[in-house]
């Protein structure tokens, strides 16, 4: 699958990695913000759902491998099923965690959950499908 990657490729390798990892086309967003107005963990995220397409299409990958928001994702595929365009924003959050457990590094560490915290059953069953032990 190609894809049109707006400026120099070699800027960001991790624009074009994270296409390929998700199969994903982030050029045909146009930020319409439904995949944002319909996420469950969208008050928690530090960069929304729509707008992680907007960093990647000005090819700033770097903010969006530091963010909370890939490993905030539920993986509900809520983005997904609301996206007019067919695109699958739960496969590139997933690209993105990907390559940065490629690096061996989590984002959340189960074992220092508090058992005090409440917090959704969704979040507890993602966080532990994306951690690597």
């Known amino acids: 699958m190609k894809f049109e990657i707006r400026g120099d490729p070699h800027k960001n390798p991790y624009v074009k990695e994270i296409m390929e990892i998700s199969g994903q086309n982030i050029f045909k967003c146009y930020q319409c913000g439904r995949c944002s107005a319909g996420c469950p963990m969208a008050e928690f995220m530090d960069i929304l759902p729509n707008q992680i397409f907007m960093y ?59 058992e005090r915290d409440i917090l959704p059953p969704i979040a507890l069953v993602s966080n532990f499908r994306k951690f690597t032990p």
């Open 56 to 114: 990647l299409q000005e090819g700033d990958a770097e903010s969006i491998l530091s963010a909370k928001s890939p490993w905030i994702c539920a993986a509900c595929f809520t983005c997904t099923v609301r996206c007019p365009l067919d695109i699958d924003l739960a496969a590139v959050m997933e690209a993105i965690r990907e390559i940065q457990l490629r690096k061996n590094r989590d984002y959340i560490d189960p074992y220092s959950v508090d």
